[in-house]
């Protein structure tokens, strides 16, 4: 049973992160510290004061940045390798006590885990960005902010529906992109129809 709560506990993780990054490991570290929840191998780093202090900061940038509409993309653009990089980099901390193969497999797994989650958030926004008004931007931040707190609380409570929740949240992002993505084709191909138009 404590395999899958540290399984739970990883893959919740490695979700929030592609998420938002920042908001995870501030939030984890936190917990940490605070003795709310043992993470497994060396995940215990992320409640070192100066982690959890770069991470308030770096998320108190990421939160003004992230409810401008285009600023938002161009902040998830940079965080296309970032995100599943700090994802991957979970896993491989979880692992300590496990051999190099191990550790290398288990950080390509929570790599995947956040590149998906981090691709359908920024997919999401690129399609929220086609209204002109400002607010819808700034509700899907807050409800993206909530979402990843609520999915940590779940690591910590109930690590087993966590993992649960983001096996769901796999199967479902496969079906969910393939539709985002037809639909921003769509939004841009007349535009760029209209273009070539005017020119010749």
């Known amino acids: 049973m404590e395999a899958l709560n540290s399984l739970g506990t990883i893959a919740a993780s490695a979700w929030a992160s592609g998420v938002n990054m920042y908001l995870t490991v501030a939030l984890v570290g936190i917990s940490q510290r605070l003795q709310w929840i043992d993470l497994p191998g060396n995940m215990e780093v992320l409640g070192h004061p100066l982690v959890i202090l770069v991470a308030l900061v770096l998320f108190a940038v990421e939160f003004f940045a992230d409810k401008i509409p285009l600023v938002d993309s161009a902040w998830d653009s940079v965080h296309t390798v970032i995100r599943p990089a700090g994802g991957a980099l979970l896993g491989y901390l979880a692992l300590a006590d496990a051999g190099p193969a ?26 929220i960005n086609t209204s002109p008004e400002p607010v819808s931007n700034s509700v899907a931040s807050v409800a993206e902010d909530i979402t990843v707190i609520g999915v940590l609380y779940l690591a910590m409570r109930h690590p087993v529906i966590a993992a649960i929740f983001v096996v769901v949240f796999l199967l479902f992002s496969f079906w969910f992109l393939k539709m985002m993505f037809r639909f921003v084709k769509a939004v841009f191909r007349p535009r760029t129809g209209r273009s070539s138009a005017s020119v010749s």
């Open 102 to 127: 191990v550790r290398t497999s288990a950080a390509l797994l929570t790599g995947m885990i956040s590149a998906d989650s981090h691709l359908t958030k920024a997919t999401t926004r690129a399609a």
